[in-house]
């Protein structure tokens, strides 16, 4: 904890989702606070720090705190003016009109850029404006789907590659297509399927049903059914929970460990403005 009594640290889920208060990083974080950072998020992959106050830069110094910064080539049209690391995430177009269509950007359950040959390790968003319900995050918990997978599939995964390619999986829509250029920057990828966490040192589940399609050295009859198992276990409701972003709310969670989807049941009469960084951690 920092040296601070009026900084405090909250469990919404225990050894999942957690929230810090009292805490200003509108100018940024010296060490001490970076570090208290790291320690708890490691305590909690999903973590919310609550009524700050951010620009794209001081936005831009907490996600280094963190790593370095992802571009996504595939959304460019959504990118902060200045700053191409920076996206929007909106339900409004560029001349300020709903979007319905924004509503299934990021609806099916995923990790991001398991595409990518090197993914992305953190996701970070930061919450400008935000409808009164329903424009959450849905998030599920990977350490506690492998902790309790059955012990034939823990066998059947072990040492085992998962074939990723971008919206390959059985999971349907969710996505923004990609163009036949950016399709061709993104050949299919292979990752472990279950990873140990560099930090935790726990393993976790890394296949999700958006971008997962296969097995390396295992035939589609069998590779399919036994990944539909798994993300059917996955997808227990007790390793889920919704967090409900309010206006301030920075909010990171670590793709290394988690799945998430936007929970997308806002009237379009309301504004949903948020800024998304993605960060692969320091080696």
């Not at 997962?212 to 996955?234: K, N, S, T």
Request: aromatic share 8%; proline share 7%.
């Amino acid at each position: 904890m920092l040296d601070n009594p009026s900084v405090q640290v909250t469990a919404i889920v225990d050894g999942f989702v957690g929230r810090i208060s009292g805490l200003d990083l509108s100018t940024g974080a010296d060490a001490e606070t970076a570090d208290f950072l790291k320690r708890t998020h490691a305590d909690y992959p999903v973590l919310a720090i609550e009524r700050q106050s951010l620009d794209p830069d001081s936005f831009k110094r907490f996600g280094r705190v963190f790593g370095e910064f992802e571009i996504d080539h595939h959304v460019t049209q959504f990118a902060v003016d200045g700053h191409p690391e920076l996206v929007y995430m909106t339900n409004r177009t560029a001349d300020g009109k709903p979007d319905p269509g924004s509503a299934e950007r990021g609806a099916a359950w995923h990790t991001d850029s398991t595409f990518k040959a090197h993914p992305c390790t953190h996701t970070v968003m930061y919450a400008m404006e935000m409808p009164s319900q329903g424009a959450g995050t849905l998030f599920a918990d990977m350490y506690r789907a492998y902790e309790t997978l059955p012990q034939d599939i823990k066998t059947a995964i072990n040492g085992r590659e998962g074939k990723h390619k971008f919206s390959a999986g059985p999971a349907e829509g969710g996505v923004i297509p990609m163009t036949e250029e950016q399709d061709e920057m993104h050949p299919p990828v292979v990752h472990p399927m279950v990873r140990t966490h560099p930090v935790t040192g726990r393993k976790a589940l890394y296949v999700n049903p958006l971008h997962v399609y296969g097995i390396i050295d295992m035939p589609q009859h069998e590779a399919a059914p036994l990944l539909d198992r798994i993300f059917a276990h996955a997808l227990k409701p007790e390793f889920q929970h919704c967090y409900s972003y309010r206006v301030g709310d920075l909010v990171i969670w670590d793709q290394r460990c988690t799945w998430h989807k936007a929970e997308a049941a806002y009237s379009m009469d309301e504004a949903r403005l948020l800024m998304r960084a993605k960060i692969n951690a320091a080696a």
